[in-house]
């Protein structure tokens, strides 16, 4: 390194923090965190020495007493820093400095107390761990990924959820992931929604308290499951998974108690498939892709995640298939079956109703007139083809009881008999 190195950190530090006065470069925080302006927001609940020990230089991201001397990667701002600098850069590069830096760990990063020009050069050098003397400050919540000051408030929206709902109780904070400002609002108007209008005491709100955070984990993992599934981070790709599924509670929020979270999820998709060009092309693509390599288990274990079908009515016998099986009866389940329950009930099902009504009133019983009847091809073949013929048909009660199916089912042999539809076969006795 020669004797130019400082000026040349000094011009990329400027560059990086101050932007040169151009607009459109200023939307990129690049000044170094402050320690002390964390702490206004997020106030720590105590500390720990952690003793000495190798800290990756990546997560070194502030500091404590000196962050307005550097930029947001630790490059020098000001010309005084130069006597200084270079000096410890030379010591550095002879292996004459042997102390330890002394930080503070906030929220899973690092913030310098004593080494800060060492810090510097060995950003500035590559260097990838340095030894630190660890003193830990315990706060509620970690740091957003890639944390800037343009972060802050992220950062307080997330402990307002901390304190006020009880989404970390069902969701670990490292499974939610990270989000924007507005995702975090979006939560914390969802739990006030759907869990904070209860006033109960002592063992009863307990027990309320253990029921919501297992509904709320059961929401969550069954939504995030599905924008996996359908690989919403190519139709999204500025948004993490948290962002997305966010934005899917919002439209849930906006719809009301007529829809469900997965006809949000569902909507969401396609009004923006309509809008977003190419991507929703890249989309589709991979959305076909990741449905042509799934394993028919994986597709049992996610219809399984989704409709909550074993918990809800344990004991179900629900037969095995391939993945075109599990994709009718999620088809089924969670977008033609609601708007069925919907009208008889003049209000949205709730989750158990409709997996109750479904299983009770269209699954077990079809399934049980498949096995009086005798038909001999495969009963996911029979089911899906003779729940298409019905559907088609608009005249057929929307909420049938076992009579209803059984005269449907002899309009459906009859329209196969003629000749219509060769649907499905029957081979040991009449109806």
């Known amino acids: 390194m020669n004797e130019r190195s400082f000026d040349s950190a000094l011009r990329k530090g400027r560059h990086e923090a101050f932007h040169f006065g151009v607009p459109a470069l200023a939307r990129r925080d690049g000044r170094l965190l402050s320690l002390d302006e964390l702490t206004r927001v997020v106030k720590p609940e ?17 500091s404590e007493g000196r962050a307005n001397d550097f930029s947001r990667s630790f490059l020098p701002l000001s010309d005084s820093l130069e006597a200084r600098w270079t000096t410890v850069r030379d010591l550095f590069l002879a292996g004459s400095i042997a102390q330890a830096i002394r930080v503070c760990e906030y929220g899973g990063g690092y913030f310098v107390r004593d080494g800060n ?25 970690r740091l957003p990924a890639e944390m800037s000051h343009g972060k802050i408030p992220v950062l307080a929206a997330k402990l ?71 690989a919403l981070h190519l139709l999204f790709p500025e948004k993490s998974e948290l962002d997305i599924f966010a934005d899917v509670m919002a439209l849930w929020m906006r719809l009301g108690r007529e829809a469900t979270p997965v006809e949000a999820l569902i909507r969401l998709v396609r009004t923006t498939e309509r809008r977003r060009g190419i991507l929703s092309f890249g989309h589709v693509v991979s959305r076909t892709r990741r449905w042509l390599l799934s394993t028919d288990a994986e597709e ?11 918990s809800i009515r344990p004991g179900v016998a629900l037969h095995e298939g391939d993945k075109r099986w599990y994709t009718f009866l999620a088809r089924q389940l969670m977008r033609w079956h609601p708007n069925e329950l919907r009208k008889r009930l003049g209000r949205p099902p709730f989750q158990d109703e409709l997996v109750t009504s479904w ?3 269209l699954y077990a019983p079809a399934a049980e007139l498949y096995e009086e009847q005798g038909f001999s091809v495969p009963f996911p073949t029979f089911y899906t083809r003779w729940m298409t013929w019905r559907r088609r048909r608009k005249r057929e009660a929307l909420l049938p009881t076992r009579e209803d199916l059984a ?14 539809f060769m649907l499905a076969r029957q081979v040991r006795r009449p109806l």
Request: proline share 1%.
């Open 117 to 141: 020009h060492r810090v510097s050069v060995a950003k500035t050098h590559g260097v990838e761990f340095m030894d630190a003397e660890v003193t830990r400050l315990v706060i509620p919540v």
């Open 300 to 310: 049992r274990r996610l219809f399984l995640q989704v409709s909550r079908l074993e």
């Open 359 to 361: 299983y009770d009133g």
């Open 46 to 62: 105590g500390e720990s020495w952690l003793g000495v020990v190798q800290v990756a230089v990546a997560c070194i991201v502030g």
């Open 160 to 230: 307002q959820v901390r304190l006020q709902t009880r989404i970390f109780d069902s969701v670990p904070e490292e499974r939610l992931g990270d989000g924007n400002l507005r995702s975090w609002s979006i939560l914390q108007a969802l739990w006030a929604r759907e869990y904070g209008e209860e006033t109960l005491e002592g063992d009863q709100a307990v027990a309320r308290t253990e029921q919501l955070v297992t509904e709320f984990r059961i929401l969550h993992d069954t939504v995030r499951a599905l924008i996996r599934r359908q």
């Open 407 to 420: 005269a449907n089912l002899q309009a459906y042999v009859s329209t196969r008999k003629r000749g219509r």
